[in-house]
T-cell receptor
Framework: GDSVTQMEGPVTLSEEAFLTINCTYTATGYPSLFWYVQYPGEGLQLLLKATKADDKGSNKGFEATYRKETTSFHLEKGSVQVSDSAVYFCALSETGKSTFGDGTTLTVKP | DTGVSQDPRHKITKRGQNVTFRCDPISEHNRLYWYRQTLGQGPEFLTYFQNEAQLEKSRLLSDRFSAERPKGSFSTLEIQRTEQGDSAMYLC???????????FGPGTRLTVL
């Protein structure tokens, strides 16, 4: 079945540092890929998405590229801010339902 | 557009009791999903509807769980004879379109004592 494996956390960075959160997936077909974010005390929000190979999703300075050859969708940001502190979930959707990774907690210190 | 809403936000119950949760999706969305999330884990798929039809149920969903979506609008998730292992956050999401972008509600946190 489908599965998503995320880099284990927690991740702690200083403000303005470069961020990478690794995500790899297993799927039988050609899924859409997503990154969701959950800020403290809030619900899951879509951060970015990519629907086919080589697509790049981007939002709020975050980027991720759909790499079919390596079955990966790594999340990157060039310069993190304290306000980026949250839990980040990688997910795929192939047949309607979504399969999520276990989340990576990011803490950004001033 | 008020987004996906869920009610109640919190529910505390005793083991063996039945509970029911409600989800109101974004009005033009035809798909509605239920997930369960426990601490330190990602959301786990339970079931989903397209309009009023329940299209898929997780094999993890025991017979004590049932979901309905009458008239293809709001949905209810009922858990009968609750167990302590049912304690979790129950998330509802809705979507429209072919790329499966889902919009999540705030969740209902269930605590079974």
């Amino acid at each position: 079945g489908d599965s998503v494996t995320q880099m284990e956390g927690p991740v702690t960075l200083s403000e303005e540092a470069f961020l990478t959160i690794n995500c790899t997936y297993t799927a039988t077909g050609y899924p859409s890929l997503f990154w969701y974010v959950q800020y403290p005390g809030e619900g899951l929000q879509l951060l970015l998405k990519a629907t086919k190979a080589d697509d790049k999703g981007s939002n709020k300075g975050f980027e991720a590229t759909y790499r079919k050859e390596t079955t990966s969708f790594h999340l990157e940001k060039g310069s993190v801010q304290v306000s980026d502190s949250a839990v980040y979930f990688c997910a795929l959707s192939e047949t309607g339902k979504s399969t999520f990774g276990d989340g990576t907690t990011l803490t950004v210190k001033p | 557009d008020t987004g996906v809403s869920q009610d109640p936000r919190h529910k505390i119950t005793k083991r063996g009791q039945n509970v029911t949760f409600r989800c109101d999706p974004i009005s033009e969305h035809n798909r509605l999903y239920w997930y369960r999330q426990t601490l330190g884990q990602g959301p786990e798929f339970l079931t989903y509807f397209q309009n009023e039809a329940q299209l898929e149920k997780s094999r993890l969903l025991s017979d004590r769980f049932s979901a309905e979506r009458p008239k293809g609008s709001f949905s209810t998730l009922e858990i009968q004879r609750t167990e302590q292992g049912d304690s979790a956050m129950y998330l509802c999401a809705s979507s429209q379109g072919t790329d499966n972008e889902q919009f999540f509600g705030p969740g209902t946190r269930l605590t079974v004592l």
